[in-house]
Nanobody
Framework: QVQLVESGGGLVQAGDSLRLSCVAS????????IGWFRQAPGKEREFVAR????????YYAPSAKGRFTISIDRAKSTVYLQMNSLKPDDTAVYFC??????????????????WGQGTQVTVSP
C-alpha cells in the first residue's frame, strides 16, 4: 500500500507563490504517475500536473502551464508543486494522487487509485 500526505497550503494574496509537498510512504516502488488535482467548491475535481516517479512524463493543465512546476525528490519520496503568480481562480483544495501498480499516465482522476487528504489553497484578490 501507498500513503500520501500533502502539506504547504495556506492563504496568500494574488501574485504570491506557494509550494505544496506530497510525501509518499509504503510501497513507493509501485508508483508510476504521481500528480496534483484540485477541487474548488461546487466544481469537479480537475487535473493540475503530473510527473512520473522516475522524474519523467511531466504534463500540465493549460491553467498551470507556465506558472506551476512539478518536481520530485525520490530520495525523500516527495513530490512538489511550486505555484507562482497565483490567482483567485487557483483557490481550491489540492490533492496529491498516485497511480499505484498502473502505468496509465492520465489527466483523469478515475485513473489514479491512491489519494491524499488534500490541502487548502486560498488566494485573495
Amino acid at each position: 500500500q501507498v500513503q500520501l500526505v500533502e502539506s504547504g497550503g495556506g492563504l496568500v494574496q494574488a501574485g504570491d507563490s506557494l509550494r505544496l509537498s506530497c510525501v509518499a510512504s509504503g510501497r513507493t516502488d509501485s508508483i508510476y504517475p504521481i500528480g496534483w488535482f484540485r477541487q474548488a467548491p461546487g466544481k469537479e475535481r480537475e487535473f493540475v500536473a503530473r510527473i512520473g516517479w522516475l522524474g519523467d512524463m511531466t504534463y500540465y493543465a493549460p491553467s498551470a502551464k507556465g506558472r506551476f512546476t512539478i518536481s520530485i525528490d525520490r530520495a525523500k519520496s516527495t513530490v512538489y508543486l511550486q505555484m507562482n503568480s497565483l490567482k483567485p481562480d487557483d483557490t481550491a483544495v489540492y490533492f496529491c494522487a498516485a497511480g499505484v501498480d498502473t502505468r496509465i499516465y492520465s489527466v483523469y482522476a478515475r485513473d489514479y487509485n491512491c489519494w491524499g487528504q488534500g490541502t487548502q489553497v486560498t488566494v485573495s484578490p
